[in-house]
């Protein structure tokens, strides 16, 4: 996927260190030289093409809200299929493959675990498929900033 200058500089530019302000895209928009519309625009376009998932804050694992790691056991020929139901949860921040029985992990992330258990049951009934909650024991930070 081609992306524009711009495009880029939004992208590798605020992954870390996004501003605290009232109005962050404004601050965005005056070090790219552009309007603070554009900046939402271009953020709305890099979302719709699939570039970017969210915009939004890090948190540690439940600080704010409630969040769990989930592995579901999916055939292997129904994977993608599923995947994308997962995916479309707005809950949902990421989903990944593992070279397990539980071959599909994802991270949910709810503003309380009554509305987790809630998304968890959706995606459930959506695939047909259990959906196993994994516990925190250790917390890592995983730095997920990339540079394209």
Known sequence: MELSTIE???VNSWQRGFPLSPRPYALIA?????????VIAFLASLKKRGVLSRVGAVVRPNTAGASSLVA???????LEYIAQIVSVQPQVNHNYERENSL????VVTASSDIELEQVLS??????????????LEKA????????I
Do not use: S
């Open 140 to 147: 890592f930070h995983i730095d997920l900033g990339f540079t």
């Open 30 to 38: 005056d070090e790219l030289g552009i309007r603070e519309c554009d």
């Open 122 to 135: 959706e995606i459930e009934q959506r695939t047909g498929y259990d959906t196993i909650r994994l516990p």
């Open 103 to 106: 071959n599909l992990w994802f």
């Open 72 to 78: 579901m056991a999916v055939q292997p020929e129904h």
């Open 8 to 10: 880029k500089k939004l």
